[in-house]
């Protein structure tokens, strides 16, 4: 009596086992008759004459073998053929010869053998189904935030469980320098791979992904959530300093400012999860030239030599500004050349050393402001930097008319020679 009890109750209990693997219902019923037709197979050589049927809300299972009636002392094969007189007595008083007779198979009858077998092939088929979910549920999520408990810390990663108690691995190359780990610490990172070796996927996350700061400042800026303002380069050295360009869609929308919020709200909590990681903001801009200027902040460039075949550019700066362009450790300059995608020299200004030179925005009040802007695009900042350039040069380069570019010069010149 138990082991029909356990027989009948095998897909309420398999079910109930389900719930806990988030395997559909669907699912789960055909690898139920998935597992049996295994069990059956082995048992009887094939299972191609029996039905299995599954009946959720009943929670149980029916099995038939479909039977070919025979003579009398004529079955041959008694797992495909049945005699005449057997399927009378089992209940078919009205069978014929060459007729097809069902039989209800009562699986408890083959022994608690058959029903061990059966529990391990369903429970290592539902194995094998939770491990191609956990993979497709998170080669999903690749590059998005995830949180997990700190469960246990290693020498070389860190394992941590999401809400749902899937394991996510954080190796120690991940992991922010300054980081220390507490268990029952909730620690926030970035699914950076899926790994499925052997059918065994791990899940891969990462503090130190450039991934990690996108999705800090998408979660902590609207805007950026909204798609109002896009981040279009991230340069990061973890626990040290990072460089992020952004874009705004609406002119009405300061982008630096948003990013760093009223009084640098928004940007502290992120500095705050990167382990006080100083963060640069700059508005982006198509511009290489200006874009490598405004990375190389807070140093002031007098001019820019570019070589946008090979994507270098050669940068001059006045003797007092150079060691803010490479910054401390060569950190600013290393970040500026990841984020504008430019191999980056620095030079000193040999032809100003020792001499006065003036930034042209001392010169606003003779000299339009756009036309000063053009100048600093093309990475002319300085009075002598624009003198030192050809004519020719700043008429095509800054897109200026002839008639501008020598009044200009002639400014500039009167300038120096007073």
């Known amino acids: 009596m138990a082991k029909r009890e356990e027989a009948v109750n095998m897909t309420a209990q398999f079910a109930e086992f389900k719930e806990l693997k988030d395997i559909d219902k669907g699912t789960l019923i055909s690898v139920l008759e998935e597992s049996f037709r295994s069990v059956l197979s082995k048992m009887f050589g094939d299972d191609d004459n029996f039905d299995i049927i599954v009946n959720p809300d009943k929670g149980d299972c029916e099995i038939y073998q479909n039977l070919t009636v025979v003579n009398d002392g004529e079955v041959e094969n008694p797992n495909k053929q049945i005699s005449l007189s057997d399927a009378k007595a089992d209940d078919d008083p009205d069978c014929e010869v060459g007729e097809e007779h069902t039989r209800k198979?009562?699986?408890?009858?083959?022994?608690?053998?058959?029903?061990?077998?059966?529990?391990?092939?369903?429970?290592?088929?539902?194995?094998?189904?939770?491990?191609?979910?956990?993979?497709?549920?998170?080669?999903?999520?690749?590059?998005?935030?995830?949180?997990?408990?700190?469960?246990?810390?290693?020498?070389?990663?860190?394992?941590?469980?999401?809400?749902?108690?899937?394991?996510?691995?954080?190796?120690?190359?991940?992991?922010?320098?300054?980081d220390i780990y507490r268990k029952g610490d909730v620690v926030r990172a970035v699914i950076e791979r899926v790994d499925n070796l052997n059918n065994n996927p791990k899940v891969i996350v990462s503090r130190t992904s450039q991934n990690f700061l996108r999705r800090l400042f998408e979660q902590e800026v609207p805007e950026i959530h909204d798609g109002l303002i896009v981040i279009r380069a991230v340069a990061r050295i973890p626990g040290e300093r990072a460089k992020i360009a952004v874009e705004s869609y609406d002119d009405r929308i300061d982008p630096v400012g948003a990013c760093v919020g009223v009084k640098g709200a928004r940007i502290h909590g992120i500095v705050r999860e990167l382990r006080n990681e100083n963060i640069d903001v700059i508005n982006y801009t198509s511009n290489p030239q200006l874009l490598i200027q405004r990375a190389l902040s807070p140093a002031k460039i007098s001019s820019i030599r570019l070589d946008n075949e090979n994507k270098h550019a050669e940068v001059f700066l006045r003797p007092e500004e150079v060691s803010l362009a490479i910054g401390k450790g060569g950190l600013n300059i290393k970040l500026a050349s990841i984020l504008t995608g430019y191999s980056i020299d620095v030079y000193?200004?040999?032809?100003?050393?020792?001499?006065?030179?003036?930034?042209?925005?001392e010169f606003k009040d003779e000299i339009d402001e756009w036309v000063i802007e053009a100048l600093k695009n093309v990475g002319l900042a300085t009075a002598k930097s624009v003198l030192r350039t050809p004519r020719a040069d700043l008429i095509d380069r800054a897109d200026l008319e002839e008639d501008t570019v020598d009044y200009l010069l002639s400014v500039l010149r009167a300038e120096f020679e007073e």
């Open 105 to 178: 198979i009562d699986f408890t009858k083959f022994g608690r053998r058959a029903i061990l077998n059966l529990r391990q092939t369903l429970a290592s088929k539902i194995l094998d189904l939770q491990k191609d979910a956990i993979f497709t549920k998170f080669k999903a999520l690749e590059g998005q935030l995830v949180a997990g408990e700190v469960y246990q810390v290693w020498k070389r990663e860190v394992l941590l469980l999401d809400d749902d108690k899937n394991e996510l691995l954080l190796p120690k190359e991940e992991q922010i320098p300054t």
């Open 348 to 361: 000193r200004d040999v032809e100003t050393e020792g001499e006065e030179d003036i930034y042209l925005d």
